[in-house]
């Protein structure tokens, strides 16, 4: 990479932000693609935010992601949010317009839809009810992608039952229904289900197994895990093993990051076996 005169600039801002796999992915495609541009990790503490973004016209920045903790509170800073995200309450791509102005959308939903289409592409939303586990900040991104999808029932559970119920009353539509079930009944949800996505933390490196029973999930089901590190949980290789087709946590990542780098630097990119591997390394080395 050589930096020039007119390098296009863009990056990531969080707190912490250097565990962020986004800058080996936008630096992959900008090498790839031969693009006179950068992608830097920023860290821009909480209270900083607001004076961080509104920075970035002024610093000729095409745009920036936003990581944790900054996906809601961006929400209030930026000048327009994509309807869909606002809903879902937060943003991860802001695009910086030719007038200076912030524009922001979520595409974690964008990555999920996709990564489904490319691991799972006879799925679909007629398959039978979705299963799914979770009710943080990327549960939100895939109930409101199974919504999109057309998904009509859409079965919810969570430790925690009031965070499944305001995703249920913030994003249910005249076309999908959301119910909530406790956390104790999630094996007998399974029931009749044509995916399945485990949007918890559980199952990823250091944290407890998702202990899921899955003999009451049809073998026609789709498994997807949203965890990536590891990129093969207990939940993805116990339902490899009885038949079910697997979706992992890494085409979500790489995909999601579409939107915002044909934004910035002009380019649609793509993702590609070279990409998953090189990104892969990154995750490898962290372990
Ligand atoms: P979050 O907002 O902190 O939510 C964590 C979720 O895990 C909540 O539903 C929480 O339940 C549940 N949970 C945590 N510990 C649990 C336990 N011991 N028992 C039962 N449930 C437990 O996190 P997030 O941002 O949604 O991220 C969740 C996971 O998705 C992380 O592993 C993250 O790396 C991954 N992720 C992947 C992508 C991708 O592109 N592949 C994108 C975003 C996130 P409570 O509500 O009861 O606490």
């Not at 800073?77 to 309450?89: F, H, L, N, Q």
């Not at 289409?117 to 939100?140: I, Q």
């Not at 993702?271 to 490898?284: D, G, M, N, P």
């Amino acid at each position: 990479m050589r930096i020039t005169g007119r390098t296009r600039l863009a990056g990531i801002m969080g707190s912490p932000v250097s565990h962020s796999r986004s800058p080996a992915l936008h630096n992959f495609w900008l090498d790839e693609y031969g693009v006179d541009g950068v992608y830097v990790p920023l860290a821009v503490a909480p209270d900083r935010l607001e004076t961080a973004l509104r920075a970035l016209p002024a610093l000729g920045f095409r745009g920036c992601n936003l990581t944790i903790p900054h996906k809601q509170a961006a929400l209030a800073i930026v000048d327009s949010v994509e309807p869909m995200a606002r809903r879902i309450g937060a943003i991860n791509t802001v695009v910086v317009t030719a007038d200076g102005k912030l524009t922001a959308s979520n595409t974690d939903v964008f990555g999920f839809r996709e990564n489904l289409r490319d691991c799972a592409p006879d799925w679909n939303a007629h398959a039978g009810p979705a299963v799914v586990l979770g009710a943080g900040g990327a549960a939100r991104a895939i109930v409101a992608a199974l919504i999109q999808e057309g998904v009509s029932e859409i079965r919810l559970v969570n430790r925690t039952s009031a965070r499944a119920q305001a995703i249920a009353e913030d994003l249910a539509d005249a076309k999908s229904a959301i119910s909530v079930a406790a956390w104790a009944k999630r094996a007998a949800l399974l029931e009749g289900a044509g995916i399945v996505v485990n949007t918890t933390s559980l199952g990823m490196t250091g944290e407890p197994d998702l202990g899921l029973d899955l003999a009451a999930l049809p073998k026609t089901a789709v498994v997807a895990d949203i965890v990536y590190v590891p990129l093969d949980t207990t939940l993805l290789t116990t339902a490899r093993t009885r038949g079910n087709r697997v979706v992992d946590g890494l085409g979500m990542l790489l995909h999601q990051g579409r939107p915002g780098f044909e934004a910035w630097f002009g380019t649609p990119p793509r993702v590609t076996r070279e990409l998953r591997a090189s990104v892969l390394t990154t995750l490898s080395a962290a372990r």
